[in-house]
């Protein structure tokens, strides 16, 4: 903000052009993306559509909200929080990956799927669907 008054704090005018551009650009990379699920990957498919996302989000970044015209102390910003969550985000999948069944001494299920489990599972549904008996007389 400034408190003069020669101040010319107009917003920025993104030519119409640009903004066909770039949605027509948005639109290209939703076809690519859906285009991309018909495709088998394998385990490539996720990060091919959060790299499309990601391209995707940084078009609406620069253009749409107007980044890229932006002062740089902006793109600092959003370039460090990107940075951070990454950050985060690598790290707590990297403790994931360290978990396993063994690690929690006698950790074992409430009760064990077995066939006796199951026989005792159907035995409770019968008797709750069973049509009640009548009251005995006295």
């Known amino acids: 903000m400034t408190h003069g008054d020669h101040a010319h704090d107009a917003p920025h005018v993104v030519p119409l052009k640009v903004l066909l551009g770039v949605w027509a650009a948005l639109l290209f990379f ?10 088998n990957l394998g385990p490539l498919s996720l990060p091919v559509a959060i790299g499309i ?14 980044l890229k015209y932006d002062r740089p102390f902006n793109a600092v910003v959003l370039v460090s929080s990107i940075f951070f969550v990454l950050l985060f ?45 009548a009251p005995a007389s006295h």
């Open 30 to 39: 939703t076809f690519v993306t859906v285009a991309v699920t018909w495709i």
């Open 53 to 66: 996302a990601t391209v995707k989000a940084m078009l609406v970044a620069l253009f749409f909200m107007h």
């Open 89 to 133: 985000v690598g790290l707590a999948l990297l403790d994931t990956l360290h978990y396993r069944d063994d690690l929690i001494p006698g950790y074992s299920p409430a009760m064990p799927k077995t066939e006796a489990a199951a026989d005792v599972a159907a035995t409770a549904t019968a008797a709750e669907t069973a049509p009640a008996e």
